[in-house]
């Protein structure tokens, strides 16, 4: 492919898009309406909230709220931040695509820890539909961003064992995520982020006639 | 039970031939039924032979299926199907075409000789009409239907076997229905249930019934994910997805599916946070301000900003009164959570109520919130400054308070018992606390009068007075100062004009009063109403109008409710008399109906009576009753009754018939019927039966007039027949015994032959000849020389003898030659009948003798007679002579024979004489009434050796009873019989 050049690519891409329309029946195959940056940017103000609300809760449910033991300093480097620079909502996704994957964690971990219907459970599956939520948004606002692995990577080898580990573990990441999201909405409040889709506009549009 | 999926189908064992087919039907079923039950069961009787058993029972079902059993296993066991049908169970549209092929089995083929062309198609038990099949080849038929509105379930494949017997080979359920519709109208909500809790909740029109089971379903993702299916449950037309996301397009669309086919709604794509229907706010609380016009809300939002901003609306009404007032909604269009509401009344409690939505208007509403009150301040001392700038902020009480009486003048007729009463006033006019009312009454009538004053807190008065006119005024005082004074003029008489045209009627759901003003000038109007009950006093509320308005729109007023309304005029210099109307501000029918009864029933009419409805059970103006009335079995007739009638005759009836009859009120928006009645119109109207009775006793006693005079006209010939005269059997004796030929037999000396009380009864002698071998001819012929003389007697045991020879004198001497004579005289001779019974085949000898005792013989002693020849008759007969014999006092325990012989004892020369023997049974002889006293002699010597057999015949008896003829008592018996004859001594 490579010694062909850029036709085999388009080529390909084309196939892959075509494969992807046949591959998804009925519905799937329709367009949705794309989402707006305002719809993206209130989803990431109120994930910011639910974030809040979530680690307060998971601390006092999880009996973790002693000597802030949960508010690390070191949050996991994909949580680190501040997200700073333009196009701040695609900066997201990464992030995001990383939270969905531990957000599964620790609902599976608390799963086996608390009684179906328990409302930390409740509160996780909500911030966990947030997250994939806002994927959804950025995947529509940005059809750029390659799509979510359809099964996630396999669980990191050195993962803590035992429960109170998990559970601190999931607070610190809860902890992290608050503020990761607390920092992205108080940027997106800030600087909006419109930018990002005016730069790519004008990207775009600079880059026209280059198109063949 | 729904069908089985599987229908039963024919099959065979391999080695079964066809013939055998049932039996191994019946082991199918029996299979079957253990998993089927009742249904299968109720197949099998229709197709098992054992039909043949009338009356089926469970016993009979058990032992055909032991026989089937035990036949199947004989055979093998091994069943196949001999057939199928295509398709299986299909689902077919309505109004289609559709064609069902039935395969016969080769195996079937060999050794049953069935072909296709012996396929006959039924749907249920109704056998498709030929023209529909089709002979595809010699194992398969088909069937078509052009319309599948005429297919039912099940559709069989049968066979006519050989002898023409009908198998079923196979049967399939076909199920008919209508592919669903497009799903129309979706649209969706989202409540918020709590805080952080939401739910969306989606509804469509599902479309028309497609009489299949179809199953709708909710669908819903995200451009890039999708998510499970919300399925409805118990409805077919909305599903609630419990868990949505904000700000996250969703596309939703509903599927229909059913066996024929899918269909899907036209889909929508939303922000759920467009459709959300936010909790109201809460914690409403309202405070007042230091401002007398202005209170200050607050409450708490239970969604908030991460999620959205509200708007709100505010709804406000001084309480009391039904109108809303609405805060602007530009004033609310933000979020907030407290709100200044301001130009209200000071001194004013309010009803306030708040809601709210998302704040750029997508969404829906709230509900209200709950309301809350809070009141304004006083107005007095709020602010010098605004006293000062503004002189019309008046502090005192802006107006007197309404000022109204009720005049009661029952007690004494020179006094009444005056109620004042007058409305405190609205706090805007008010202003400020009312700390108490002055009152002044003035006698106008008299000058001279001192001004009574009266200062009270509360809003009534009551006051003796006497009648006269009277001037009442009333202030109310606040802190600032009084009010101007109310003044209202109480009059001797209401002798001014009444309004006219007074009506009542309801308008916008209130109750209207309006009336035409009189000709003179009003200064205003007084409206009283109360609620009528029956339970309660009327308690009277009232308003006072200007005198320029000429009505009203009266609150308060309770639906179903029956309002009197009065409306008085009142003038500068008296007072008109009042207007009354009753009203309803809403009817309803009757709450109950009338309870009817008879007040009096007559043949073809009666007169019903009811109480009328209370008002509280009215709920409107009753317009009539009707009464229903019918018989048993008759129609029912209707009348209407005018309401104001408390009774009612219904006529024209039927007589001594059973009447039901029931009661309805009528209002204008009901009717209720009340209680049935039952009752019996009378069989005879008024004077029927005194018609009847009274000529009916007037006949009796006429009748019984007569039967007095007859009886008094014919009293001798009755006393005969009712009394017959007795003799007095101690007077009794046998004067004479005439066996005599008949003609000798002239008994017209026989008054003077025979004195009267010389006989006094007739006895009866009875010889039985039954072993007449035991006399001799000589002993009978006296017996055949009696015959010979009595020929008219013979026969006729009736005539003075016989069974009942005695009962009867009369008859006795009509035998007689000379009955004339001895029917006019109380001694009648009497004939005695001898009666000889007949010695086998001879003819017995009757014997007369002849009394000249009239006395009867009873009927024991003709019972006795009936008994003759019986060896229990000589008791009966020892009784007849005791009941008769002088001496039964001394010789009771005798046998009459023994008592006879003492007197032949007595009169042995005279033994012929010895008549009254009667000897019965084996023992007993005839006694020979020979004319020598040898003979007699002999002959009672045989008969005593003759009955030496039996008991009763003890000769040493009779010497030693032996009484002269003097000491005989006089009796019946014949004492003295001369030889040669029976004459009488």
Redesign the interface.
Known sequence: MRCHGRPWAVLAAVTKGLLILWAVPG??G?P????TVQ??Q??V??M???AQ?LFTFYEKDQHLAIHNICRTNEPPHWLQGPVKGPCVLQRLWQPMVRMDQALQDIIRHQRDLSPPGAEIL??L??TH??V??????L??LFPALS??PSHRPPPSPAGPTSIFKQKLQGCRILWSYARFMARSSAQLEARGGRRCRERRRSQRGSRTPARP | MEAPSHPPRLSTGKKLQFGKLNLQLAARWLIMLLTSGEEILQDFRERIPCRMFSGWNWVAYGFCLLLNVYSLEASGGLVQSCGHIIPESPVLAIGSNFTALCILNESCLDFGNIYASQIIWKIKNRVIPKEQYREINRTVSSVTFNDTSSLATPLTCNIIADGQIEQNIYGITVTVGLPPEKPKNLSCIVHQLSQLTYSMTCTWDPGTDTFLDTQFRLKYRWAQESFPDCIPTDVNNSCTIPDINFFVNVEIWVEAANALGKAESDPIVLDPIDIVKPLSPHNLSVNSEIVPTVLMLSWENRIGDPVMNLKFNIRYRIIGDTNWMEIPSEDTASTRTSFNVQGLRPYTEYVFSIRCMKEDGKGYWSDWSEEKTGITTEAAFHDIAVVESNCKLIRKPSKGPPLWRIIDASHSPASWTVHLMWKALKPSEANGVILQYELTVRDKSSLSCPLEKYNVTSTNLTLQLPNGTYEVTVIARNGAGASPPSVLLIPASNSKAPVKNLRALPKYDKLWVGWTAPNSYVLKYVVEWCLLSSRSACIIEWQTLPGDVQGIYIKGIKPFKCYLITVYPLYADGQGSGQSVQAYLKQDRPSKGPTVQTKKVGKAEAVLTWNRLTVDEQNGFIRNYTILYKTIDGNETVVTVDPSKTEYTLSSLTSDTLYTVRMMASTDNGSRTGPDFTFTTQKFGKGEIEAIVVPVCLAFLLIVLLAVLFCFNKRDLIKKHIWPIVPDPSKSNIAQWSPQVPAKHNFSSKDQMYPEGSFTDVSVVEIEADDKKSFSEQDLKPFDLLKKEKSTSEGHSSGIGGSSCMSSPRQSVSDSDDSETTQNTSSTVQYSTVVLNGYRDQTPVQVFSRSESTQPLLDSEERSEDHAGGGDSTPERQQYFRQNGGQDETNEDRPCFERTKQIAHANEGDLVGFVQLQISGQSSQPLGLGMEKNIREAALSNVLQTSSEGQTVRPEIVEENTLSVDEMPKSYLPQTVRQGGYMPQ
């Open positions: 519905q799937e329709r949705l309406k794309a989402p719809q993206t209130a989803l103000k109120l910011a909230e639910d609300e409740r509160r599956n909500n539909r947030n994939r939520g806002l994927l959804n948004n995947a529509g799509p979510r």
